[in-house]
Antibody, heavy 122, light 109 residues
Framework: EVQLVESGGDLVQPGGSLRVSCAGS????????MSWVRQAPGKGLEWVAS????????FFVDSVKGRFSISRDNVKMSVYLQMNNLRDDDTAVYYC???????????????WGQGTMVTVSS | AIQLTQSPSSLSASVGDRVTITCRAS??????LAWYQQKPGEAPKLLIY???SLDSGVPSRFRGSGSGTDFTLTISSLQPEDFATYYC???????????FGQGTKLEIK
């Protein structure tokens, strides 16, 4: 089955760290840009980070630069989001998403996981 | 940074109605715009990419149009399963900075 499955969401204290994972299956994972998008409770969608097929290019929204990192393992068909120095406003459902064409980062997201909840609270 | 403004923010309509949602970009983005549908508790689903191309499996009652700064999503005849929140997204710039609109909640009248 062609799908993305996130895991690793948890309750974390402010200032803490967490790594969330996304496993792909049923498609050529190594051929696609992968991204993370988050959604705070009751709010809209916010792009967080993206990584190129071979991991050589990575991009982040300004609000997470210096705190979050993105990586991937194409053998395990997985993408990861390492989140450090977490803040209350990082509380959200984190979705991984696939760039549509694979040839450019300038793409719609044609496949999404079900999301994993990250709660930052003391 | 590019901003996307959707209107209206919410909309009440009936089954069978034709509805239009607008997305305006603060700068020109050519046709680098997508539309997503999200139902409560679910992940977003791609409907339209490149402003007017229908994603695979999406019913033909969904139609996207526009280029530059002004875009529309039209649903020609609302079905019960269409009541959801709709988001536009731009993907024009490199380094990539994907911006989403604030969403339009489509509710049953």
């Amino acid at each position: 089955e062609v799908q993305l499955v996130e895991s690793g969401g948890d309750l974390v204290q402010p200032g803490g760290s967490l790594r969330v994972s996304c496993a792909g299956s049923g498609f050529s994972f190594r051929s696609y840009w992968m991204s993370w998008v988050r959604q705070a409770p009751g709010k809209g969608l916010e792009w967080v980070a993206s990584i190129k097929q071979d991991g050589s290019d990575k991009f982040f929204v300004d609000s997470v630069k210096g705190r979050f990192s993105i990586s991937r393992d194409n053998v395990k068909m997985s993408v990861y989001l390492q989140m450090n120095n977490l803040r209350d406003d990082d509380t959200a459902v984190y979705y991984c998403a696939r760039g549509m064409s694979g040839s450019s980062p300038n793409d719609a997201f044609d496949m999404w996981g079900q999301g994993t909840m990250v709660t930052v609270s003391s | 940074a590019i901003q996307l403004t959707q209107s209206p923010s919410s909309l009440s309509a009936s089954v069978g109605d034709r509805v239009t949602i607008t997305c305006r970009a603060s700068q020109g983005i050519s046709s680098a715009l997508a539309w997503y549908q999200q139902k409560p508790g679910e992940a977003p689903k791609l409907l339209i990419y490149d402003a007017s191309s229908l994603d695979s499996g999406v019913p033909s009652r969904f139609r996207g149009s526009g280029s530059g700064t002004d875009f529309t999503l039209t649903i020609s005849s609302l079905q019960p399963e269409d009541f959801a929140t709709y988001y536009c997204q731009q993907f024009n710039y490199y380094p990539p900075l994907y911006t989403f609109g604030q969403g339009t909640k489509l509710e049953i009248k």
